[in-house]
């Protein structure tokens, strides 16, 4: 795997509907106020270090593929426990998207539940038919094209530097009172912690196989003796895109708080910034397609390889195919079920990346 394809699957895993549609950064971030942006910026720092973290982990798989990847982390024990979670929250995820892509398509051109998401799916299963090249190049190009609107948009909302310097100054309240049990850090752990999980589960179908796994006895990747997992070149681009991220997130945070007022209650509130200007709402919508589209590639493929090593872009196409019908179910109900679930669930899973698995785990033959 190459630096700039990490990057590309790591931020284009983790921006998708949510994200872009500011539903989720509103929820985890801007409700909270002036301490959201102390949460967005705890949210960077712990994507950078995962980031870096998760790029040496998969770089030293001895096998590519999900199910390696979870029993090299949980151990043999719990990794079927853990297979059925991740496929279950990459096809919740895909139904996520599809889901947005109704909500903008309501918001846009004012259609019934049902034709967004379909078009949507056709799009991603013709070029996961295509191939890996395929959902490469596509990914990089609307990763690229994501990244500039999203700054664009933002940026405008806030009105410039002036608007920046306001909004990362700001002492405002909360705009909404938060779960008691769900204080801002809590809230910036559980973001790392479910987008994380998830980059995890996407990028291990991206790996490719290592010439030889470490002998026994050996510091590498399986041994229990030495580093649990060993530097890795990768791990900078890791961190980078970690950090891009993050800062993503500050972003649209800070453009969500200078606007709060305007977003409150919204289920898209990016697309409330930019309902009163057509130049920008187009701008919008091409920004959120462009998330909807990177993610629906990134975790379907991902999700293909998980079910066969031999087709998966025919597979993840299916997957797509197949999580229509529960797009249906509206995005915030999906949101709101399945995201808080999955970050719990990986706060169990995610810290044997420095600690690796338990001894019973035995090495991945």
């Known amino acids: 795997m190459r630096g700039p394809a990490l990057v590309v699957g790591f931020v284009g895993s983790v921006v998708g509907a949510g994200y872009a549609t500011g539903q989720e950064i509103y929820l985890f971030f801007s409700r909270y106020g002036a301490a959201g942006t102390a949460a967005a910026l705890l949210a960077t720092c712990g994507?950078?270090?995962?980031?870096?973290?998760?790029?040496?982990?998969?770089?030293?798989?001895p096998q590519p593929g999900l199910a390696s990847v979870l029993r090299r982390l949980a151990g043999r024990r719990a990794a079927p426990w853990w297979e059925v979670v991740t496929a279950g929250y990459l096809f919740a995820s895909l139904a996520i998207m599809e889901a947005a892509g109704d909500a903008l398509a309501g918001q846009a051109l004012g259609w019934?539940?049902?034709?967004?998401?379909?078009?949507?799916?056709?799009?991603?299963?013709?070029?996961?038919?295509?191939?890996?090249?395929?959902?490469?190049?596509?990914?990089?190009?609307?990763a690229a094209v994501l990244i500039t609107l999203t700054v664009t948009v933002s940026w405008h909302a806030l009105g410039g530097i002036a608007g920046l310097a306001a909004a990362l100054a700001s002492r405002a309240g909360p705009a909404e009172p938060p779960p008691p049990w769900l204080p801002w850090p809590v809230s910036a752990l559980?973001?790392?912690?479910?987008?994380?999980?998830?980059?995890?589960?996407?990028?291990?179908?991206?790996?490719?196989?290592?010439?030889?796994?470490?002998?026994?006895?050996?510091?590498?990747?399986?041994?229990?003796?030495?580093?649990?997992?060993?530097?890795?070149?990768?791990a900078p681009w890791g961190g980078a895109a970690?950090?891009?991220?993050?800062?993503?997130v500050l972003l649209l945070h800070l453009a969500l708080l200078a606007n709060r007022e305007r977003v409150v209650g919204s289920q898209v509130p990016l697309g409330a910034l930019t309902a009163d200007d057509p130049g920008l709402f187009a701008a919008y919508a091409v920004n959120l397609t462009a998330a909807l589209l990177v993610h629906l590639l990134v975790v379907g493929y991902g999700l293909g390889a998980r079910l066969t090593a031999a087709q998966?872009?025919?597979?993840?196409?299916?997957?797509?195919?197949?999580?229509?019908?529960?797009?249906?179910?509206g995005l915030a109900e999906l949101v709101r079920t399945v995201y808080t679930g999955v970050a719990v669930a990986a706060l169990f899973l995610l810290p044997r990346l420095w600690s690796g698995p338990p001894p019973s785990g035995g090495r991945d033959r």
Do not use: C, I, K, Q
């Open 312 to 329: 998966p872009g025919r597979a993840g196409a299916l997957a797509v195919a197949a999580a229509f019908p529960l797009s249906l179910l």
């Open 190 to 234: 559980l973001y790392v912690s479910y987008n994380s999980f998830l980059s995890l589960a996407a990028l291990s179908g991206w790996l490719p196989a290592r010439a030889a796994a470490s002998p026994a006895g050996s510091s590498g990747p399986g041994s229990r003796a030495g580093p649990v997992w060993p530097g890795s070149r990768l």
């Open 47 to 61: 994507f950078a270090v995962l980031g870096g973290r998760l790029a040496s982990f998969l770089d030293g798989a």
């Open 242 to 248: 970690g950090v891009v991220t993050g800062l993503l």
């Open 112 to 142: 019934g539940r049902g034709p967004g998401a379909a078009l949507l799916e056709v799009a991603a299963a013709l070029l996961l038919l295509r191939g890996v090249g395929v959902v490469h190049a596509a990914g990089g190009f609307l």
